[in-house]
Antibody
Framework: EVVLVESGGGLVQPGGSLRLSCQAS????????MSWVRQAPGKGLEWVSS????????YDTDSVKGRFTISRDNSKNTLDLQMNSLRAEDTALYYC????????????WGQGTLVIVSS | EIVLTQSPGTLSLSPGERATLSCRAS???????LCWYQQRPGQAPRLLTY???TRAAGVPDRFSGSGSGTDFTLTISRLEPEDFAVYYC???????????FGQGTRVEVK
């Protein structure tokens, strides 16, 4: 059974930093690309960042480029998101999502970790 | 950048009725790159269909996806109580590599 468990969310001031983590189990982690997808309170889904199975290739949405860094440790089956220079508009529930082998969709999701950026 | 527009914003129906949800892309996309998710209140999204029309594992056959080019549809043949939720379409773009969601359609009890 695929299980994704996020952690690391919390309240942070504008301009601050936070590191999110996702512990994965139930599948061959390094065979799959992984992503972070966020959802602002009461709003829709927004893709944030993706990383290939090997970790060699990363992709980010424009609004987080230069501020967020996605990474993975295949020896520990973990996915991370380092978030710097946080803004109020980064406030959201952040989901860790496994991509299918096709890489075009997200076939399993965690329950999310909440990030609140506020003074 | 491709924009996905879902309609209607809210669909008010009764259990047992048929639901038809639309997802329109701002330019033609490969049907292989279009999928649908269901999100129940307080829950994470769940993949329903991918490749426009292939149901994900464990998804009931009352859910069906169709479409091509710029117009895609998710149909729920007979609404069950657990189907009242928000539905999102999503497309994958490979140059640049991005994953884009529609704004969602809420299916609510009439």
């Amino acid at each position: 059974e695929v299980v994704l468990v996020e952690s690391g969310g919390g309240l942070v001031q504008p301009g601050g930093s936070l590191r999110l983590s996702c512990q994965a189990s139930g599948f061959t982690f390094d065979s799959y690309a992984m992503s972070w997808v966020r959802q602002a309170p009461g709003k829709g889904l927004e893709w944030v960042s993706s990383i290939s199975g090997s970790g060699d290739n990363t992709y980010d949405t424009d609004s987080v480029k230069g501020r967020f860094t996605i990474s993975r440790d295949n020896s520990k089956n973990t996915l991370d998101l380092q978030m710097n220079s946080l803004r109020a508009e980064d406030t959201a529930l952040y989901y860790c999502a496994k991509q299918s082998l096709r890489r075009t969709e997200f076939d399993f999701w965690g329950q999310g970790t909440l990030v609140i950026v506020s003074s | 950048e491709i924009v996905l527009t879902q309609s209607p914003g809210t669909l008010s129906l009764s259990p047992g009725e048929r639901a038809t949800l639309s997802c329109r892309a701002s330019q033609s996309i490969s049907s292989g790159y279009l999928c649908w998710y269901q999100q129940r209140p307080g829950q994470a999204p769940r993949l329903l269909t991918y490749g426009a029309s292939t149901r994900a594992a464990g998804v009931p056959d009352r859910f069906s996806g169709s479409g091509s080019g710029t117009d895609f549809t998710l149909t729920i043949s007979r609404l069950e109580p657990e189907d009242f939720a928000v539905y999102y379409c999503q497309q994958y773009g490979n140059s640049p590599r991005v994953w884009t969601f529609g704004q969602g359609t809420r299916v609510e009890v009439k």
